[in-house]
């Protein structure tokens, strides 16, 4: 079973990550990209489960960066890893995991602004004005320029064509 630590980088000081303890020796800094062996980092908060870690990761994180001064708080010997998970109170960072929750919203992804366009032919019958189509594609944040080019590419790709001048169509 994967066990998880949270560490910090000892070159740079500013990137909180998790890694996977029982797997290979080495492993990068995402931040300043510095190779790091495992034995020798200290590991702030160690757990069986992903979530545990990636709350534990996000406090440290939290204190990194609200604490840039004053690094020795948050390197200090007060932090105790070896507590269970359900109990592990962040003491100086002033959080404990059973009241930590992630508030982060989930994002929508972007629609493709082909699709956007595509979508809106179909919806009006698959024949629209240009200028019909210009006024229906800048809610969905597609500037003319945009609108332009997308348009030469459908017609390159025989999704629509333009059977008069200024009606676009759907194939």
């Given amino acids: 079973m994967a066990s998880f630590g949270v560490i910090v980088c000892p070159k740079c000081r500013e990137h909180a990550q998790i890694i996977e303890t029982s797997g290979s020796k080495n492993t990068r800094c995402q931040k300043c990209g510095s190779n790091l062996e495992i034995r ?5 908060f160690q757990s069986a489960d992903v979530e545990e870690a990636i709350s534990a990761r996000t406090v440290i994180q939290a204190r990194l960066h609200g604490q840039e001064k004053d690094f020795e708080a948050v390197f200090s010997d007060s932090f ?4 269970t998970p359900e109990t592990t ?3 100086e960072f002033g959080v404990s ?3 930590f929750k992630d508030k982060r919203k989930p994002r929508k992804p972007k629609k493709n602004k082909i699709q956007v366009i595509l979508d809106i032919l179909r919806l009006n019958g698959g024949r629209m004005g240009i200028e019909s189509l210009e006024d229906s594609v800048r809610r969905y944040g597609i500037d003319e320029d945009d609108l332009e080019k997308i348009i030469e590419k459908l017609i390159s ?3 629509i064509y333009e ?3 200024g009606i676009l169509s759907l194939i």
């Fill in 40 to 44: 020798k980092l200290r590991i702030f």
């Fill in 157 to 159: 790709s025989g999704e």
């Fill in 80 to 83: 105790n890893a070896a507590k």
């Fill in 89 to 91: 109170n962040f003491g």
């Fill in 97 to 99: 995991l059973k009241d």
């Fill in 163 to 165: 059977p008069s001048t």
